[in-house]
């Protein structure tokens, strides 16, 4: 039996498109807002891992275990970026975040690690996920980063298929 976990990769030869959508914008994690920004983060997190698993819902708690792990492994940087509705009717600030990815990034060997990409079950198929990581592929383009990894679960299709039509590759696949 295979690995559950199958690791992707993506060697940006090329500036990637800007993000843009009609519908969402991306914003970095404010860190000047952490609580409410955490509740937002955990919010996503623990919807889309409820539909995959039983297990318990994450707390702020293991959010800053999850997180100082990820700071110790890739020292140079960490980056939480977010997907917000827009709307004309409502004004902006009032609207949750509906999807998130975060990265790791290791400056010294030209490194992006993207660890969690999620998105809320109302908002998918409508190129959220594609908008949050081009968000991340320009930001690695900004700064000279040759090599993007991450890691899927074999078991979640939609996942392997969206990071093959975005260029990532396995090892198999090179």
């Not at 994690?29 to 955490?38: A, G, K, L, Q, T």
């Not at 975060?102 to 999620?118: E, M, P, Q, V």
Request: with cysteine; net charge neutral; aromatic share 12%.
């Amino acid at each position: 039996m295979s690995h559950p976990i199958l690791r992707f990769s993506k060697r940006p030869t090329e500036a990637p498109p800007s993000p843009a959508h009609l519908h969402y914008v991306v914003r970095e994690f404010d860190v000047s807002h952490i609580d409410s920004e955490i509740d937002h983060w955990l919010a996503i997190h623990n919807a889309v891992l409820s539909e995959r698993s039983r297990s318990r819902a994450w707390t702020a708690e293991d959010f800053y275990r999850e997180f100082s792990s990820f700071s110790n492994a890739c020292p140079s940087r960490y980056k939480i970026w977010f997907a917000v509705r827009v709307s004309l009717d409502i004004d902006e600030s009032d609207h949750a975040p509906v999807g998130t990815i975060s990265c790791c990034f290791d400056n010294a060997k030209r490194l992006a690690t993207i660890n969690w990409l999620a998105v809320s079950a109302a908002h998918r198929r409508r190129g959220v996920a594609s908008l949050l990581t081009l968000a991340v592929e320009n930001y690695c383009w900004e700064r000279s980063v040759q090599h993007i990894t991450l890691t899927t679960l074999r078991t979640w299709p939609e996942a392997v298929n969206f990071y093959r039509r975005r260029a990532y590759q396995t090892a198999s696949d090179e």
